[in-house]
């Protein structure tokens, strides 16, 4: 059973950084998408940056030039470096996997394919 386990929200000011982390167990010995997610209040949920077992990452619009998601494979950890944040990205922040048969394609964050597996989220709160 896979399962995903997001740390390192907080509340920070405008302008600042955070850097996500999600410890990934359970999963499944093939190539693996591994994501972050991302919902405000009262808003759909939004891709936040997807990458493949070959290091590819893909980024939302918003996210491109502040954001890098990077992986640890060898200790099954996913992270998010947040930088230069802004209120716009207060909201919760999911880790998110998937199997990944399409040699990539299905991790690209804004193709919207389903993702299967999912953390519980972690709050990211930015003040102006």
């Known amino acids: 059973q896979v399962q995903l386990v997001e740390s390192g929200g907080g509340s920070v000011q405008s302008g600042g950084s955070l850097r996500l982390s999600c410890a990934a167990s359970?999963?499944?010995?093939?190539?693996?998408?591994m994501g972050w997610f991302r919902q405000a209040p009262g808003k759909e949920r939004e891709g936040v940056a997807g990458?493949?077992?070959?290091?590819?990452?893909t980024y939302g619009d918003f996210a491109k030039g502040r954001f890098t998601v990077a992986q640890d494979n060898a200790n099954n950890t996913l992270y998010l470096q947040m930088n230069n944040l802004m209120p716009e990205d207060t909201g919760t922040y999911y880790c998110?996997?998937?199997?990944?048969?399409?040699?990539?394609?299905?991790?690209?964050?804004?193709?919207?394919?389903?993702?299967?597996?999912w953390g519980q989220g972690t709050q990211v709160t930015v003040s102006s």
């Open positions: 359970g999963l499944p010995n093939s190539e693996i998408c």
């Open positions: 998110a996997a998937r199997l990944d048969n399409s040699g990539g394609y299905y991790c690209v964050i804004y193709h919207g394919y389903k993702w299967k597996d």
């Open positions: 990458i493949d077992a070959h290091g590819v990452a």
